[in-house]
């Protein structure tokens, strides 16, 4: 399949194209300022900025193209509709590494044992948003109010814990993406299922697993 990916020449850019490659994709890259040429792309995925993945989207589903996206901090409730409205999907996921939705799951299931927890994410600084979507959508899954403490360090990639306190006892579950290319894998995943998915908005890796 043709792929316009969003953002290619960023960290997750550079990290994904090789691996969508060698699984048989054609990837046409696009950067910020990138005049897109859409034509015989069958999907977009984007990995770029709060700022610029809504319109990205919007020009990909006004030319026909579904959507992978894997950027945080922006609200696609509204596109979400215009793709429903032009048959087309829209795939938003805060986190594309099957191990970080695998910590997702486990905490929910945690959390129906402890009366309280915290989320700790940790991220590199370039992270443009904080807390990060990956704990925001943890602490709606544990439905408690947990509290999120957010980390913007160099060195980091992207990193998350959840600590759950009781009576005696503390349990901590924990992801840790060393690399960027760990998120190749739910990319391709969603890629595989995204004509199985409904018209309109689907969020959440945990939805095709």
């Known amino acids: 399949m043709r792929l316009a990916l969003f953002g290619a020449g960023g960290k997750v850019g ?18 910020l300022g990138d005049e897109p040429e859409l ?3 069958g999907v977009a995925v984007d990995f770029t900025t709060p700022e610029a993945a809504p319109e990205n989207v919007r020009l990909a589903l006004e030319h026909g193209v579904s959507c992978v996206v894997g950027t945080t901090g922006w609200d696609p409730a509204a596109l979400g509709s215009l793709a429903a409205d032009r048959g087309l999907r829209l795939f938003v996921a805060p986190n594309f590494s099957i191990g970080a939705v695998l910590m997702m799951r486990f905490a ?3 959390a129906e044992h402890f009366p309280r927890a915290e989320i ?31 980390v913007r360090l160099p060195g980091l990639v992207a990193h998350q814990e959840v ?17 960027r290319e760990s998120f190749a894998d ?17 969020v959440g890796l945990e939805a095709l697993l």
Not at 14 to 25: D, F, I, K
Not at 123 to 148: C, F, M, V, W, Y
Not at 186 to 202: D, M, Q, R, Y
């Open 14 to 31: 550079q990290a994904l194209a090789p691996r969508l490659e060698a699984a048989g994709h054609e990837v046409r890259g696009f950067d």
């Open 39 to 41: 034509d015989g792309c």
């Open 108 to 110: 929910r299931e945690a």
């Open 120 to 150: 700790v994410e940790l991220h590199n600084e370039a992270k443009k948003d904080a807390p990060s979507g990956t704990a925001r959508a943890t602490a709606q899954l544990l439905g408690n109010d947990a509290q999120i403490h957010s």
């Open 163 to 179: 600590i759950f306190g009781g009576e005696g006892q503390l349990l901590t579950i924990r992801h840790d993406t060393t690399g």
């Open 186 to 202: 739910g990319v391709l995943l969603a890629l595989s299922k995204l004509g199985e998915l409904p018209p309109g908005l689907t």
